[in-house]
């Protein structure tokens, strides 16, 4: 790039100055020229304020827009713990559900256990009390069968000791 600059500023004053004539000419490059730079530093002096007010707007809208990042961040990570939290808490109370139901349903087969013991003594009982409640029937049957066959038969005339001895030998 230095050589450019460099043969740029060679050439450009020879090509300026050269002419056909050989003699000179009344060119007004120099007044022009001051002209230009004096514009471009008045135009610089009214619009720097401009411009280096956008220039730090723009820098602040960053700086704002990097921190709502920033804030957003923090929040989305805080977000993030308390969801793992979350998450280790609904662990924890899940366990314990779980070792509830597993202790409920111990103890509902233990109570089933329990009735059904007693489900099947109550049947127990009630089949032995039944068993004597139809052996007693069965007994009364028979005696008042043998009863009546005794009484009703006039053939047979037993005194009451010998009826007693026969009941008892039947019933037995």
């Keep these: 790039m230095g050589k450019i600059l ?7 004053p020879t090509i300026i100055l050269a002419s056909a004539d050989g ?4 060119y007004d490059f120099i007044p022009r ?9 008045i135009l ?16 602040a809208r960053i700086a704002k827009s990097l921190e709502d990042i ?28 779980i070792d509830a139901a597993k202790k409920e349903i111990i103890s509902a087969k233990e109570k089933s256990k329990e009735n059904i013991a007693y489900e099947f003594s109550s049947l127990e009982k009630a089949y032995e ?4 409640f139809e052996s007693s029937r069965a007994t009364k049957e028979i005696v008042s069968e043998i009863l009546n066959e005794t ?3 006039e053939s047979i005339s037993l005194s009451q000791d010998e009826l007693v001895s026969i009941i008892n030998k039947k019933a037995s």
């Design 151 to 153: 009484l009703n038969d």
């Design 129 to 132: 009390s039944k068993k004597e």
């Design 33 to 41: 020229t001051f002209n230009f730079i004096v514009f471009f530093g």
């Design 23 to 26: 003699g000179e000419k009344n």
């Design 44 to 59: 610089f002096y009214l619009l720097k304020d401009i411009a280096k007010k956008a220039y730090d707007d723009r820098i």
């Design 70 to 97: 920033e804030i957003k961040l923090k929040e989305s990570k805080e977000k993030k713990i308390q969801a793992q939290k979350d998450v280790e808490i609904a662990k924890t109370r899940g366990e314990n559900l």
């Design 6 to 12: 460099y043969l740029a500023l060679l050439i450009v």
